[in-house]
């Protein structure tokens, strides 16, 4: 099935300061979704994106869909400690199952005070 | 609108013991997905439902894990009989008819002695 390589597995960063993490994939996704998941809790979707090339924002956070569609980057500007969590790129196969997602291992971002 | 809900939150049972978990989803949500979340990696699926029919139960392990969705809104998951490897959190997500965008409940957390 398809992988997908998450980068970093982990961050350290100051408060204010930008961060950015990638997904790649050896096959191409018609379907990019980045999520944050909280201790203890399940995975909150973040953004969606649809398209090759598609850029698209949500406050402070920014993803986009790569041109040749096997990756995709998420951006959070200006950090605040509630920032802190893990981040999973998910996508979906064109050619698998109706729906079904691919997770990428996570980014785990510390904001430090 | 309410979200995915799910029990019980924790669960700690001794190997060769049986345990079932309980999902409801976001209501009007036809597709409902199983996953299994071992520590530090991202969710794998288990098994997916489209209503009260099974669309895809490749990963499930169906020698110890079953899952149903009778009437197609809640569903349950079972392991019979539990092994130590099976600790992890599992997670519901539900999403509408025609959008791949899953929404999460918060999960069970499961210890298996």
């Known amino acids: 099935g398809q992988q997908l390589n998450q980068s970093p597995q982990s961050m350290f960063i100051q408060e204010g300061e930008d961060v950015s993490m990638n997904c790649t994939s050896s096959s191409i996704f018609n379907t990019w979704l980045w999520y944050k998941q909280d201790p203890g809790e399940g995975p909150v979707l973040l953004i969606a994106l649809y398209k090759a090339g598609e850029l698209t924002s949500n406050g402070r956070l920014t993803a986009q869909f790569g041109i040749t569609r096997k990756d995709s980057f998420l951006n959070i500007s200006a950090s605040i400690p509630s920032d802190v969590g893990i981040y999973f790129c998910?996508?979906?196969?064109?050619?698998?199952?109706?729906?079904?997602?691919?997770f990428g291992s996570g980014t785990q971002l510390t904001v430090l005070p | 609108e309410a979200g995915v809900a799910q029990s019980p939150r924790y669960k700690i049972i001794e190997k060769r013991q049986s345990v079932a978990f309980w999902c409801n989803p976001i209501s009007g949500h036809a597709t409902l997905y199983w996953y299994q979340q071992i520590l530090g990696q991202g969710p794998k699926l288990l098994i997916q439902?489209?209503?009260?029919?099974?669309?895809?139960d490749s990963q499930l392990p169906k020698d110890r894990f079953s899952a149903e969705r009778l009437k197609g809104v809640d569903s349950t998951l079972k392991i019979q009989p539990a092994k130590l490897e099976d600790s992890a959190v599992y997670l519901c997500a539900s999403n509408p008819s025609g959008s791949n965008e899953q929404f999460f409940g918060p999960g069970t957390r499961l210890t298996v002695l």
């Open positions: 998910a996508g979906q196969s064109p050619s698998g199952s109706a729906r079904q997602l691919t």
């Open positions: 439902f489209q209503n009260n029919g099974v669309v895809d």
